[in-house]
């Protein structure tokens, strides 16, 4: 069956790397931050001035002044430290930062993402992602795999205003694991397709993708 929120989030963690510095872009890819594995020492960082977030708080433990970018009560791991949006962005686009895992509304097989407005809906700005995506060493983008009507979000070309193009390394849905394929001829940048979910079969994968993707020999199970 596919695959929760929270599962989504759980995959996505497994792209951890020990040492990693990590941004976690607003909605659901903040629930990896619950899912870091044990043992693992990993510094996610936040654009408004945070190196070393930890887990959501309990209820108990919320402080009103300690936020991440999208304005949740996060709580800092020890030996955590603040600084300014600028100091942050510095980071961003020195290359400094070796993972973000982002939001998206759509991916063109080629890697472009397009992820901050929809024409005709009010809209607060941009945010890091252009930085982020132009800055990081590797992208990884969690979303649903379809839209509300059912429509594919898994594109051959995006129709909404472009974040970055050919700059996402691997979408992970409900439905599979995406990976682009580092050793593909540049020019033809597809994603591979590497895990289905539990249940889910290869032939609805390809039914709800609209972008051309490549079906290897052996494809894997998300947990498997």
């Known amino acids: 069956m596919p695959l929760t929120r929270e599962q989504i989030c759980q995959r996505a963690a497994q792209e951890l790397k020990d040492g990693f510095i990590v941004n976690l872009g607003i909605g659901m890819p903040?629930?990896?931050a619950n899912y870091v594995p044990a043992g693992m020492d990993v510094w996610l960082q936040s654009e408004n001035g945070l190196l070393g977030m930890g887990p959501f708080p309990e209820d108990a433990a919320v402080d009103a002044?300690?936020?991440?970018?999208?304005?949740q009560t996060i709580t800092a791991r020890p030996g955590a430290s603040f600084f300014s949006s600028s100091d942050s962005f510095g980071m961003i686009r020195g290359g400094h930062i070796d993972l973000c895992i982002l939001?998206?509304?759509e991916v063109s097989q080629e890697g472009d993402l397009a992820n901050w407005m929809?024409?005709?809906?009010?809209v607060k700005g941009m945010g890091g992602a252009m930085d982020l995506v132009a800055g990081v060493k590797r992208v990884v983008v969690t979303m649903e795999h379809t839209s509300?009507?059912?429509?594919s979000k898994v594109v051959p070309a995006c129709t909404l205003p472009?974040?970055?193009?050919?700059?996402?390394?691997?979408i992970i849905t409900e439905l599979c694991v995406l990976e682009m394929d580092p050793e593909m001829d540049p020019s033809r940048r597809r994603f591979v397709l590497k895990q289905v979910a539990p249940g889910v079969t290869v032939d609805e994968v390809k039914a709800k993708t609209a972008a051309e993707i490549i079906i290897p020999a052996n494809v894997g199970?998300?947990?498997g």
């Open 221 to 223: 199970i998300v947990g």
């Open 30 to 32: 903040t629930l990896v």
């Open 148 to 151: 509300k009507n059912g429509s």
């Open 103 to 105: 939001g998206a509304m």
């Open 162 to 170: 472009l974040t970055g193009k050919r700059c996402v390394d691997m």
């Open 118 to 122: 929809v024409p005709g809906k009010m």
């Open 65 to 71: 002044e300690l936020i991440n970018a999208g304005k």
